[in-house]
C-alpha cells in the first residue's frame, strides 16, 4: 500500500458526460501528479500541483481540468468524454517538487478505471 | 521534444537467468532516471533511480547503468524469480516532470 488513494476505482458513463476523480496523497506530501495509461500503453503525464498551484503541464486535453486544494487532495476533472478517454487514471504523489537535483520518489495510488461507453 | 525509447517491448527469460531493459533519451539536460515496476491491477513502484553523477547503482538482484555520452541507460535484473514478471518503465527527467518510456513487458518462465 502506497499511502495513496483514489476513489472511485471504477467509473462507467457515457460519451459527452463529465466526472471527478478524487486523489489524496500520502500524509506530508505536497506534489501531486495525474497520469493516464490507456489499454497495453504506457504512463502519459497530465499535470503536476505542488502545495496548491499549478507546476507542470504534460499532454493534458482542454477538456479536463484539475485543482489541489488546500488539504492537499487533487481532483481531476473530465468533460465532454469521448470514447478515447477510457484508460487508467493515476494519481501520484512525493514530498517534493521535481526538479534540480531534488527529485523524489513518486507514489502512485491504485489507479481509477474509467470505462466510457 | 524530448523522447525516451525503450526495448524491447517484451522480454521472456527462464527463471534464473538475467534480463536486461534498455532506454535511451535526447535531452542531455536530463540528470534522473528511475525505473518502476507495475504489477498486475496496480500502480508503478519505483524499484531503482540513478542520478547523472553516477554511472551504476545496485541493489541485490536489481542494477542500473547510466552512459551519459551516448544518452543511454539499462536496468539489469540477475537471477530472475517468478515475482519479477511485472511491466517495467524507464524515465528521465525534464524540468519538473519525467519523461517515460512505453514500457517493457517482462515474462518469466519456469
Known amino acids: 500500500d502506497s499511502g495513496v488513494t483514489q476513489t472511485p476505482k471504477h467509473l462507467i458513463t457515457a460519451t459527452g458526460q463529465r466526472v471527478t476523480l478524487r486523489c489524496s496523497p500520502r500524509?506530508?506530501?505536497?506534489?501531486v501528479y495525474w497520469y493516464q495509461q490507456s489499454l497495453d500503453q504506457g504512463l502519459q503525464f497530465l499535470i503536476q500541483?505542488?502545495?496548491?498551484?499549478?507546476?507542470a503541464k504534460g499532454n493534458i486535453l482542454e477538456r479536463f481540468s484539475a485543482q489541489q486544494f488546500p488539504d492537499l487532495h487533487s481532483e481531476l476533472n473530465l468533460s465532454s468524454l469521448e470514447l478515447g478517454d477510457s484508460a487508467l487514471y493515476f494519481c501520484?504523489?512525493?514530498?517534493?517538487?521535481?526538479?534540480?537535483?531534488?527529485?523524489?520518489?513518486?507514489?502512485f495510488g491504485p489507479g481509477t478505471r474509467l470505462t466510457v461507453l | 521534444g524530448e523522447n525516451v525509447e525503450q526495448h524491447p517491448s517484451t522480454l521472456s527469460v527462464q527463471e534464473g537467468d538475467s534480463a536486461v531493459i534498455k532506454c535511451t533519451y535526447s535531452?542531455?539536460?536530463?540528470?534522473?532516471f528511475p525505473w518502476y515496476k507495475q504489477e498486475l491491477g496496480k500502480g508503478p513502484q519505483l524499484i531503482i533511480d540513478?542520478?547523472?553523477n553516477v554511472g551504476e547503482k545496485k541493489d541485490q538482484r536489481i542494477a542500473v547503468t547510466l552512459n551519459k555520452t551516448a544518452k543511454h541507460f539499462s536496468l539489469h535484473i540477475t537471477e530472475t524469480q517468478p515475482e519479477d514478471s511485472a511491466v517495467y518503465f524507464c524515465?528521465?527527467?525534464?524540468?519538473?516532470?519525467?519523461?517515460w518510456g512505453a514500457g517493457t513487458k517482462l515474462i518469466i518462465k519456469p
Open positions: 540513478i542520478r547523472s
Open positions: 500524509s506530508g506530501d505536497l506534489s
Open positions: 524515465a528521465a527527467s525534464k524540468g519538473y516532470q519525467l519523461i
Open positions: 501520484a504523489s512525493s514530498q517534493g517538487t521535481s526538479g534540480g537535483a531534488g527529485y523524489n520518489e513518486q507514489f
Open positions: 535531452d542531455s539536460a536530463s540528470n534522473y
Open positions: 500541483y505542488y502545495n496548491g498551484e499549478e507546476r
